[in-house]
């Protein structure tokens, strides 16, 4: 599963990983090579770390989690890569239940400490999990009403989880003032 995240996210970004380090945002058009790969490739690896993360999450190495976060808040950021909404939502569901405690002296799960140290995370996951609370609305078919609001408390823990952060808070700033002067942009042209 590591070779595969790592391979996924090289075709993906076209950058030499993992010599490199990821930058993002991804480029507008998935490249050709990554767009013609079968879904499954990614809805094994989210279906798999899933269960892992929601059932045994003290298996996984430090090494793994950096992989594990950076899959999920790649895909989220650019979410027109993926074009299943269930497998947009497994990545929300594994940061959820990676920030959740699973043992009585634990304060935050398994990715909680990444989240907060990763400065991957900290230029990222905001606007990455901003960008699909939006999207939400649209996710799901005949039980799209409960889909959203699932997906929602979820992403909410993960704010929770991260929001001792000063730097997202700070992060969060940033991005209401961007917000603000495209709309102020916008009513005045």
């Known amino acids: 599963?590591?070779?595969?995240?790592?391979?996924l996210l090289r075709l993906a970004s076209g950058q030499n990983l993992p010599k490199e380090q990821l930058r993002l945002p991804l480029a507008a058009e998935p490249?050709?090579?990554?767009?013609?790969?079968?879904?499954?490739?990614l809805e094994d690896i989210v279906a798999n770390f899933k269960?892992?993360?929601a059932n045994m999450p003290d298996i996984i190495p430090s090494t793994q989690c950096e992989e594990i976060m950076t899959i999920c808040i790649t895909?989220?950021?650019?979410?027109?890569?993926?074009q299943s909404p269930y497998v947009k939502a497994g990545l929300v569901t594994i940061l959820f239940h990676g920030v959740w405690p699973y043992s009585s002296n634990m304060t935050k799960g398994v990715l909680g400490d990444v989240l907060n140290g990763s400065p991957f995370a900290h230029k990222h996951l905001l606007h990455a999990l901003m960008n699909f609370y939006i999207q939400a609305e649209s996710t799901g078919t005949h039980n799209q009403f409960y889909d959203k609001f699932n997906i929602r408390y979820e992403i909410f823990q993960v704010f929770k989880c991260i929001w001792s952060n000063s730097i997202y808070r700070d992060n969060l700033s940033k991005e209401a003032a961007y917000v603000l002067s495209l709309v102020s942009h916008l009513r005045q042209g």
């Open 75 to 82: 895909f989220l950021r650019d979410t027109h890569y993926i």
């Open 51 to 53: 269960y892992i993360v």
């Open 1 to 7: 599963m590591r070779y595969i995240i790592v391979w």
């Open 31 to 41: 490249p050709d090579v990554f767009r013609c790969l079968p879904q499954y490739f």
